[in-house]
């Protein structure tokens, strides 16, 4: 048995040297009609402090917004790292292992209201605050005052999960661990009445604090009305995929799977019950009726230990991987997509000695790779390397 909980953080926790401008290698072929050649061009290689996500706002403005796991948002305005946050929240946030400012999202009409949504944890409780704030007439700065939606305890400082992100439906979607430890002990992904172990859906344009949307699984009673699927252990980062609106999850193992879902409304993804589509406590039983399997896993062994979620790439730089979903490894830097796009065996794309905390997107559909070490490198097509 692994340390509790068995996630990537455990050596986010220790921390290391910042990964810099390093050099990749291309990974395990894929078949060769699906198998582009990619490397990664180095963005910013110093200047940032744990950063754990990375977006944009949606304005044109080509900026993008950097999560750094103490507290702050920079932005990356013209391939340069500006000096000043965008919104620095360290006195607030409690920073260190799984615990950060994990996520940000910007409204769908950012550019006329210049709102969007924070996920943090707060201390000193530890407990998971969503909140609102607003930019300033100033485009590179926020302003300070927080409207606060939701306050989630957590049980355990692990499986805070953290990512926002609006849908193609304007509602905002938000991740949520099974509260930590390891192997759920308090069955709170199972537990419809637990907004833990679950991913979420609520209205931030209506209601006080927020509004329920009519459609949501649980709106009308059965579980928690903000539920939108259940049976997750830590769905560190989802997607949209941006042409057919679908959810992509990846969802952290505990012992020995880590897990790709399709998200569906009111789906129940198994865990504690199963781990990828594995019975995790086969002597207690294990009654998959209603469980929705994940559509990929793979075996966490070393060098690997947790996936990190990323995207379907719908951009325009890499006509063969368009369409594939393109995920990773935290621990062994691998950078993979889907031998089947849609479904099938992890493939390597890429061979990389980052850690991996995040992926991120920019307006135009063009993926990036977050190095907890402090970098930003954005995926590319290899040069020379053909059409």
């Known amino acids: 048995m692994r340390v509790i909980g068995r996630v990537f953080w455990l050596l986010l926790a220790i921390g290391g040297q910042p990964d810099l401008a390093l050099p990749v290698s291309a990974g395990a072929p894929l078949p060769v009609d699906a198998a582009p050649a990619l490397e990664l061009i180095p963005i910013v290689t110093a200047g940032l402090e744990s950063p754990l996500y990375l977006t944009h706002a949606g304005d044109d403005s080509g900026r993008l917004f950097v999560v ?5 948002i920079r932005i990356i305005q013209k391939g340069r790292l500006l000096d000043a946050p965008f919104l620095d929240l360290t006195s607030r946030v409690r920073s260190g292992g799984e615990r950060g400012l994990l996520g940000v999202a910007f409204h769908p009409e950012y550019r006329r209201n210049r709102r969007y949504l924070v996920s943090y944890t707060r201390g000193p409780d530890g407990a ?7 930019a300033s007439e100033n485009p590179n700065q926020s302003e300070t005052t927080e409207k606060v939606l939701m306050t989630v305890p957590q049980p355990y400082a692990n499986h805070n999960g953290g990512m926002v992100e609006f849908g193609p439906d304007g509602f905002l979607y938000i991740a949520r661990g099974d509260g930590g430890s390891g192997g759920d002990p308090g069955n709170r992904g199972q537990n419809r009445e637990e907004l833990l172990g679950k991913i979420l859906r609520i209205d931030v344009d209506r209601g006080t604090p927020y509004a329920i949307p009519a459609d949501n699984p649980f709106a009308a009673g ?36 880590e897990e790709i879902d399709l998200i569906r409304r009111g789906a129940n993804y198994g865990w504690r019950i199963m781990e990828g589509a594995h019975c ?75 850690k991996i905390s995040s992926f991120g997107q920019d307006q135009a559909g063009e993926l990036y790779v977050v190095g907890h070490g402090g970098t930003v490198h954005r995926l590319v097509k290899a040069k020379g390397s053909g059409p």
Do not use: K
């Open 280 to 354: 995790f406590q086969p002597r207690t039983g294990c009654q998959t009726a209603g469980l929705v399997p994940p559509v990929a896993e793979y075996r966490n062994q070393r060098p690997r230990c947790a996936i990190t979620g990323g995207y379907v790439y719908r951009g325009a730089g890499i006509p063969t991987l368009r369409g594939a979903y393109v995920f990773g490894d935290y621990c062994s830097g691998e950078i993979m997509t889907l031998s089947g796009r849609r479904t099938g065996v992890p493939q390597v794309l890429l061979s990389t000695v980052l």
């Open 128 to 134: 998971t605050v969503v909140a609102e704030y607003h």
């Open 68 to 72: 750094e796991q103490p507290g702050r």
């Open 222 to 257: 059965g579980g928690r009305p903000e539920i939108f699927a259940y049976g997750l252990r830590n769905p560190w980062r989802f997607s949209f995929d941006r042409e057919t609106g679908e959810l992509w999850a990846a969802d952290v193992g505990q012992d020995d799977w």
